[in-house]
């Protein structure tokens, strides 16, 4: 079992000398950074900034004594809430089938570089909330098929047990609702009949809550969004992930059917004003600085190993065989001997940027066939020649 470093109190003696004293504390823990979240609920029609979260001056990991090699560069984020226990049976099932290792039903691999890792159930989680009535939160659990958090949740009403994607800094204990199939008439009643909007938000926009989009004040962080209307949430549902609410197009007569979403990607979308959102920030928000220590954990995860071309033999890829590292003098391709696209973003420029790197994949949408739900694109970079390109024509 891995034991964390801690600070061990040595008993004090006299005849210990002065420079002994300033010995080397193992001190794992760092203070975390206030939950972002937590301002949802106390500042909700104000704005947010998303790089403040990555740009945070600490954040909680915790690192293990270098009993063995495959610990010593090991960190994990401290998520000591989490339920030590199974998960609940009835909302499981076990993942089996040839999917696992990247096949499909004719045994060929259509996605490389998975298989193997270890034996686990696939989670039922709820993306609809379409369930109204109070629900308490049971507890907090880890789920192996994602990178955030979920929580178990009992309805007040039904007792029935169901699953979604935690937000951060949820806990045990508390009460969340959804607001999918309108307002409450006791919730009316309670405001003395006010129909005003601001009022309705103060009392149903808080952490975990779900509701439409037009229900939720500008500026609000939200995740689990949905992109239809009485559609299930398809959008920011990994660790860390958000969208803010930026635009409700209340004066536009042609665009008052929708709302503008900025994502964390920085490209702002247009989804129906019904779609779902769910307010607060997807838990585990230290995912993505965790470090595994060791190539054995991750084939536990499910991941083998990444081959370059370069080091194939000739029969297994374009760039493969010869003498030393040379790929033949030949452009970068595929595996498969597929060359880079002609057609980028950048193609107005000059000649010189058709050459862009193969990771980006092999382009087949039409230049007419544009996604008209994005307002903004996001901002892409596409290797040093394309922003070279870029800074000389500007």
Same mark, same amino acid.
């Given at each position: 079992m891995l034991q964390p470093r801690l600070l061990l109190r040595q008993p004090s003696r006299q005849w210990q000398c002065l420079c002994s004293l300033s010995r080397r504390s193992y001190a794992t823990e760092v203070i975390p950074p206030p939950d972002p979240a937590a301002a949802v609920q106390q500042n909700i029609g104000t704005t947010y900034d998303p790089g403040q979260l990555d740009n945070g001056p600490a954040f909680a990991l915790r690192s293990y004594k270098p009993r063995t090699p495959g610990v010593r560069h090991l960190k994990r984020p401290i998520n000591d809430h989490l339920w030590k226990g199974r998960p609940h049976l009835p909302l499981t099932f076990p993942r089996r089938g040839n999917h696992i290792g990247g096949r499909k039903n004719s045994g060929r691999i259509t996605v490389r570089h998975r298989g193997g890792g270890h034996k686990r159930r696939i989670r039922t989680v709820d993306f609809d909330r379409m369930e109204s009535g109070q629900h308490i939160v049971e507890r907090i659990e880890h789920d192996p098929g994602r990178s955030a958090h979920i929580a178990l949740l009992t309805s007040g009403e039904t007792g029935a047990? *169901?699953?979604?994607?935690?937000?951060?800094?949820?806990?045990?204990? !508390?009460?969340? !609702?959804?607001?999918?199939?309108? %307002?409450?008439?006791?919730?009316?009643?309670?405001?003395?009949?006010?129909?005003?909007?601001?009022?309705?938000?103060?009392?149903?926009?808080?952490?975990?809550?779900?509701?439409?989009?037009?229900?939720?004040?500008?500026?609000?962080?939200?995740?689990?969004?949905?992109?239809?209307?009485?559609?299930r949430a398809q959008l920011c549902r990994s660790a860390g992930t958000f969208a803010v609410v930026v635009n409700k197009n209340d004066g536009n007569h042609k665009t008052a059917m929708y709302v503008d979403v900025r994502l964390k990607s920085g490209e702002v979308r247009r989804i129906h004003k019904?779609?779902?959102?769910?307010?607060?920030?997807? *838990?585990?928000?230290?995912?993505?600085?965790?470090?595994?220590?060791?190539?054995?954990? *991750?084939?536990?995860?499910? %991941?083998?190993?990444?081959?370059?071309?370069?080091?194939?033999?000739?029969?297994?890829?374009?760039?493969?065989?010869?003498?030393?590292?040379?790929?033949?003098?030949?452009?970068?391709? *595929?595996?498969?001997?597929?060359?880079?696209?002609?057609?980028s973003p950048f193609r107005h420029l000059k000649p010189v940027l058709t050459c862009l790197q193969t990771k980006g994949g092999y382009k087949t949408r039409k230049r007419s066939n544009i996604n008209r739900a994005v307002v903004t694109p996001r901002p892409r970079s596409l290797g040093r020649k394309a922003n070279k390109a870029a800074k000389r024509k500007a």
């Open positions: 047990k *169901s699953y979604i994607v935690a937000p951060q800094g949820m806990r045990a204990g !508390e009460k969340i !609702e959804s607001y999918r199939k309108g %307002i409450p008439q006791a919730l009316l009643d309670s405001l003395g009949g006010a129909t005003d909007a601001g009022m309705i938000a103060a009392k149903i926009a808080w952490r975990g809550n779900c509701l439409p989009l037009h229900m939720i004040p500008t500026g609000t962080i939200v995740y689990n969004v949905g992109l239809r209307k009485g559609g019904d779609a779902c959102a769910t307010i607060g920030i997807a *838990s585990n928000l230290n995912y993505n600085r965790r470090q595994l220590g060791k190539a054995g954990r *991750s084939r536990w995860l499910g %991941i083998r190993p990444t081959v370059r071309g370069l080091a194939m033999n000739a029969a297994d890829h374009p760039h493969g065989g010869g003498r030393g590292k040379s790929k033949g003098n030949v452009q970068p391709v *595929s595996p498969w001997g597929q060359l880079v696209s002609l057609q």
